[in-house]
Every structure is written in C-alpha cells, then in structure tokens.
C-alpha cells in the first residue's frame, strides 16, 4: 500500500516543491550556488495539507500530539522525555513599576537539556528512529549539541557532536555525559558544519544542523501552537525572540503560519527578533539587498553567528509578516539577565535574556501598546553559560560568623 | 472571629503538640538540650486532622492543590512560578538490559531553579507572606540558598542566603543574578547556620534553614502526592532517595504518612536512603543508640553533612516503616550519574545521581523484585555541579576538520 505523503517541501527561495520520498535537507538547485560567505539559499519548508487539517479543531489536533503537523508518522517515535509544554508566567510588573502591556515569560530552560533545542531534536530524532537511521550527527558551538545528545541517549541513537575546539567546557561535559561522540575540530564552527555535511555525504550518518535540515523548523514551531493554547486560543500581540542563525524565529513564525492556514488566528503576531549589537547579522541587513557579514562578538554565544545558516527564511517571515527587529548593547543583556532573573526567579542564559533585554528597550521607549499582550521567549537555562554574567557580579567578601557583624552591616 | 488551626506540630522526639499561633521552629523544651556535636532534637512535625480530611477523595485534595494538606491558608500566596508536577519517566533497560522490575525516575530538576528544593522554599515563602513578613534568610551550602533567591524573587521578598565561603562559585552566581543578598561566613555551615538562627532571634528575619523550620519538610513532601497520582493512585514499590542531612527523605516519608493516615494507601513503601560512604552519618548509625560522627569527604556536595540536621526523625521513619539505608563508594556515584545520563538523556548532580546508584547496586545484587515500581528521586540538574564529573570524562584532541581524518577515526 503507498499512503500519500502528508507534506511536501517548499524551497525557501526559488519555490520548487518537493515531495519526501527520501530525506532531504536543502533545495538541490538552489544549494549548487550556494558560497562559503554568504548565508545559503534553499532552506526548506514543510507544507501540509491546511484545507484537509482544517477539519479539526485545535483541540482534536492537540489530543493527537499534532502529529497532523509534524513531519513524522508516529508519536510513539519520539522520546519518553517531557518535552515543551513549559510554562508561560505573567509578570505584571519590573522593578516595581508596571508597564503598559502585559509581559508574559515563556520558560524553555524547563525542557530535558534545559534548552529550547530539544523541541528541534525531538523531532529530528523521531524521523531518524521512523527511517531507521541509527546515527545522528550535528555541528554545534554547544546547546543544540547537548540537546542532540540528550535526546539520542533517551533514544538509544548514537549521537556524533561536532564542536569547535574553543566551545566551553561546560556545553562539552553535558554531551559527554549523555554518552555522544564528541568531536572537536581545530577550526570555526563552519568547519564543523561543513565537515559533518561531508559525514553524512559519505557516512551515511543523518544530519540535525540547524536550519539544513528542514525537520528541526518543524520542532522549534511548537512553541506557538503552546503559546495560542496557554494565552487562551489566541496569539499574542508581540514576541520577542533571540536570534542568532535565524532558526528559532523561523520556526515561531512557521508554527503561527501554520495556524494561520488552519483559520484558528486571524493576524500573525508582530515578532521581534533581538540579536546583539556585538552579531547583528540579520537585523542590519533586512534592509539590505545584499547581505553584508560583521564578524560577531558577543558574550551571549548562543547567538554570537556570521553568517546565520536560516537568513534568508527569517528574512523573508519578517518582512512578509510585518515583524520588526532589534539589536541591543552586550551591556543591556547583562542587565537584562540580573532584571528577568530579579523580577521573575527564572534564570535565563544571556542569549534568551537579549529577548527580555529586547522587552526593555520596547517599554522604554513607550513601544509597549496598552493593554497588550508581549511574549518573552526565554531559550535556554542561565546555568548554561555563567562566565558571562560572572563579569557583572560580585562575591562579597566573607565576614565573621558573628551577630555583632551582621548587624553592622545591616544598621550601620 | 478566630478559626481553629488546620495543623499542630508535634515533636518528632518528646511528642509534646504545639498550636501554631505564632511562628514555630523546633520544640523548645528539646531544643535547650541540644548540643553542637549531636544532631539537634525537637524538629517539628507537622499534623492535620486527618479525620476530617478523609472525607474529601485525592481529585478533590488536589483539585484545591493539597490546601487541606499544607500549612498555608491560601494558594495564592504561592509564587507564580511552576513548583513540582515533574516528569516521571519509565526506563525499561539499562545499557541494553532488562531489569527485575520497573525503574521510574523523578526529574525534579524540572524546577524553576533547577533543583527539589523548590517544594520547601515556596511553602516557606508563602506562609512568610501570609505572616507579612518580607525578609527570608537561609544557611546553605548551595541549592537551598539559590532556591530560597529564586522564589524570593519571584515573590518581591527579601533573601538573605548565609554560605561558607568556601561555596562554589556556580550555585553563589545563581544566588546573586536572583537579586539575594549574599553573605559568605569565614566558616562552616554550621557557623552560617548558627548566625542565621542569630539573625532571626535579633533581626527578626523568617528563617528557612532545612529541618530547623518545620515547612521544609511540608514542602518536600508533595513529591509523595504526585507520585502517587502518577503511579494510578497507589504507591510504588520502592523509592532511591539521596540523603545529606535527612531532610528530604523525611518529606517523601511525610507525605506518604498523610496518604497512609487518609486511608489512600494501605502501607508504606520501601524507602531507600541512599548516603555516600564519604557522608554516611545517617545510615551508619541506624543501628546505633548513640550518634557517632564521621567527617564528611564525598564529591557528592549537596549530601556531604557531619551532623545531619533531621537525623532523629528521619531514623524514626525509616525504623517504624521498615526502610532501609545503602551507602556507595564515590567512584560508584560518578558511574550511575554517566550510567544515568547516557540511558535517560536526564543529567542530575552527583548528589542525586547517588539515589540511581543506589538502583545499581540493588540490582546487581538482585535486590529489585521482579514486577515491583522501584522510583528514582533525583533532586537537582547536572549543570548545578559540573565540576564533579569533569573529573571522570575526558575531552578528546581535536582533529583537523577534513574527512579522512574522520574515517580514519571511524574505520581503523
């Protein structure tokens, strides 16, 4: 029995449609012409059929894990792990002083990995575990790395993680502990990638890069189909989301396109993607008609990118959909970090704080409409990267354990 | 009009009862006895009227979130933040093999601040906020304190966390990117641990220190209500609790009395205190009539204690309900946090790894009924202490990225 395929993919760039009789990552075409220094063209989407899944309800998809919408066959494939379905906390003040919308924090540290990565690994992996490929490989500076090797572990797949040999210690521990072949490189993140495209080329091994292969927008979409049930079926006004490659915002947008073609929102939300000032790779180019590199140099290194992999289909959701982007100061994510952490208990690591950072320079600037609902996406734990925040912090110094002490502190 | 208390506190070692008319740490009458060198005596118990409580089914208990059963008066005083309600996940093998019986772990490092000790610090934040108190104070070696800072922050509450200075500087991050005020001691945990009970005798601080304020071990319990809605409505067969100072198992074992005192479950199950041979002051003198300290050296930090400070009720439950005690070798601790990980895709610290350690070495002596539910607690997030582990992995030379060198690798 052949069942039709339920998607299709769609080239980002030059619109040839696909169907996924086999794996594939980009656009066969479009790829041929891509160049080392400039993000690639033929990233693909993943289409269903809306008219068909429209039949349902949200609720009736929900029951069924919206495997309608996903891109593998089975939910039994993915792994025994709680993933998604964190939570959304509202914050109706900062600093004691209320703002003008309501900010709503969306806490992804609360996944396996403590990364909003495992939405786009789970996925991949249920595919892999569908067409019994047992090896995974990806390249990574760190978090989709631990993730990947996570979620392998949980899988019983053998996870290969390509690194930059100057990633930090810490992300290398994680993936070394979940039993993942951890091979660093003696180059730049580029290398890795290129090298594990080669391994897949002529290993066989399946490929997880972010953006390259299509499956890993398809995971990360998920978080807006938890953000439209948490806020009451229906998106928010705006979202604020880190961006480095561009994968992530991709795969926000993507989830509230999807909802969008099902007829269940009736207007995309406004999003906002926030890099750093130090990478701004996107955000200064959007108005660009060539894309012009800045080597990065941030401390927040889930986002620190040149030449970010998911350009061209973040570029195109944010101009098709009217959504706005910022780059903010290293100095203002800092601050962002201490502010969210102090006004919330939620711990994010800088990169996912640049969200909030984002949020600040917003209300600042009176950006916040009244009365709106403003989604902050937090991607990963603050415990990932502490040497960052480290700088802006100091350890008091120790004093003696005694009350007279104490209170000279306290009353002097 | 002035309402009956919903609880009494009963001392664990003289039983005299105590109406919690104003705020209430250990029976005074037992507490003047105490001495530096022994663990201390009179921690509290907390007791309801299980009588009445009885009349109310689990859904309904739960459905008001265990209010009946918990010191507080109002869930609203809680922080609006996601506390418990974990993932339990079941592992069917380990490295490839079947076990006897069926191994659940509980990941509470699904926990704002990454670790267990969020159930006992919103318990005790929530009631200091019912009280109108603002300002908290805990000693800590770690976790405790960054939890206490983070539902502090949370709440708008004041934390004040008392360390030896000799306290990693990970954990003492976290506590100052959560706005707490931080005060390292040239000293123990014991020494912060007196001054802190000083400060809240002359600075009139609420204190939060672990067993000393009997809401700790309230807050701890509720992993109790929630394995047992997650297991069916009935109690498993076993659980691996790691042990430091005594505290947490005796919240497991609390809850598990109130589901016994409803009537919910008709007997207790098996609890395992897991200690390191490094720190084994509990199950080393279980069979003691006097308490025998042994200096504590275990990589494991959060359960590295001299002088356990619940000892005495933690032995009373564990002698009256037939529970029983396993101390590992550290090198074993290390093992089952890589034997862990690279099953589950679920990284804890040491010190929780110890409890799935424990797991091991039952199975390897055929300790684990065939066909029982044997639950793992784990009760922090690897990334809480990476150091311990670094130990044991080793971070592979790079290579130079091409790929022969990578088939060489894989083909020699």
Redesign the interface.
């Given at each position: 029995m052949t069942t039709t395929p339920k998607f299709q993919y769609k080239c980002n760039d030059c619109g040839a449609t696909y169907n996924p009789l086999e794996i594939q990552y980009m656009c066969p075409e479009c790829n041929k012409k891509n160049t080392a220094n400039q993000p690639p063209k033929g990233v693909l989407k993943t289409i269903y059929d809306y008219e068909s899944i429209k039949q349902q309800t949200f609720d009736s998809l929900k029951s069924r894990g919206f495997l309608d919408l996903l891109p593998i066959k089975n939910s039994e494939s993915l792994?025994?792990?709680?993933i998604g379905q964190t939570?959304l906390?509202?914050l109706d003040k900062i600093d004691n002083e209320e703002t003008e919308g309501t900010i709503l924090i969306k806490?992804d540290a609360?996944n396996?990995?403590?990364s909003y990565k495992d939405r786009a690994s789970a996925i991949v992996s249920a595919y892999a575990k569908e067409q019994e490929i047992n090896t995974i490989v990806t390249a990574s500076t760190g978090n989709a790395g631990s993730s990947l090797a996570?979620?392998?572990?949980?899988?019983g797949q053998q996870g290969i993680i390509?690194v930059p040999?100057s990633a930090p210690?810490?992300k290398?521990?994680?993936i070394?502990?979940?039993?993942a072949t951890?091979?660093?490189?003696?180059?730049t993140y580029d290398?890795?990638f290129?090298?594990s495209i080669?391994?897949t080329e002529?290993?066989g091994w399946y490929n997880r890069n972010t953006g390259f292969n299509p499956l890993t927008i398809e995971g990360k979409k998920t978080v807006a189909f938890e953000l439209y049930e948490q806020m009451g079926y229906q998106a928010p006004d705006r979202i604020f989301v880190p961006v480095g490659d561009g994968v992530i915002i991709s795969g926000v947008y993507k989830g509230f396109e999807d909802l969008l073609k099902l007829g269940l929102i009736e207007k995309m939300p406004t999003i906002v993607a926030v890099q750093s000032t130090g990478s701004d790779n996107i955000a200064r180019n959007l108005s660009n008609s060539e894309f012009v590199v800045k080597q990065s140099n941030t401390i927040a290194d889930s986002i620190s990118v040149d030449i970010p992999r998911n350009y061209h289909m973040a570029k195109n959701f944010i101009t098709s959909y009217n959504g706005e982007a910022i780059a903010i100061e290293d100095n203002e994510i800092l601050e962002a970090?201490?502010k969210l952490?102090?006004?919330?208990?939620?711990?994010a690591e800088p990169a996912a704080a640049a969200a909030f950072g984002g949020l600040l320079h917003y209300k600042k600037h009176s950006k916040l409409d009244k009365g709106s609902k403003n989604v902050v996406l937090l991607t990963g734990?603050?415990?990932?990267d502490?040497k960052a925040?480290?700088k802006m912090?100091?350890?008091?110094?120790?004093?003696?354990?005694?009350?007279d002490n104490?209170?000279k502190?306290?009353h002097d």
């Open positions: 792994p025994n792990l709680a939570p906390y509202t806490d609360q396996p990995t403590f996570g979620i392998c572990a949980a899988q390509m040999a210690v810490a290398l521990t994680q070394l502990m979940y039993g951890l091979i660093p490189v003696d180059g290398d890795a290129d090298l080669k391994a002529e290993l970090s201490y952490s102090k006004n919330t208990g939620v711990f734990s603050g415990l990932k502490l925040v480290q912090i100091q350890i008091p110094a120790p004093i003696m354990p005694n009350i104490l209170k502190i306290y």
